[in-house]
């Protein structure tokens, strides 16, 4: 609370929600959506698992040959896991 300089509770929030721990987690949750966004829906649909453990993504594919398609791309991929969350998310993706 200040008595000096009010705030809106839109600036508090907004804010709160760029601390980088806060900005993280909600990153971190959107994850399935943004790995839908840049592998599409068909891969999507076949990936049965997406963890983010330690800042590295484990990815459990189905298909045998896409699986070893995003092998190849695993730096791309990350590099645009972190530019789409704006931050550094992810070091590291393993394609299982």
């Known amino acids: 609370m200040r008595r000096t300089k009010t705030m809106l509770m839109g600036d508090l929030l907004e804010e709160f929600f760029r601390r980088p721990y806060i900005a ?3 990153a971190e949750g959107k ?3 943004t790995w839908r966004a840049i592998v599409g ?3 999507a649909d ?3 698992e997406l963890r983010l453990d330690r800042h ?3 990815v ?3 298909s045998s040959v896409l699986r070893s398609e995003l ?3 695993r730096d791309a991929l990350r590099d645009e896991i972190n530019r789409r ?3 550094q998310l992810v070091n590291a993706v393993i394609v299982r």
Do not use: E, H, N
């Open 41 to 43: 829906d068909r891969a």
């Open 85 to 87: 969350s704006g931050m």
């Open 56 to 58: 590295i993504l484990y």
């Open 71 to 73: 092998f190849y791309q």
């Open 31 to 33: 994850l399935p959506d």
């Open 46 to 48: 076949v990936t049965t």
């Open 60 to 62: 459990r594919i189905q």
């Open 24 to 26: 993280a987690k909600i």
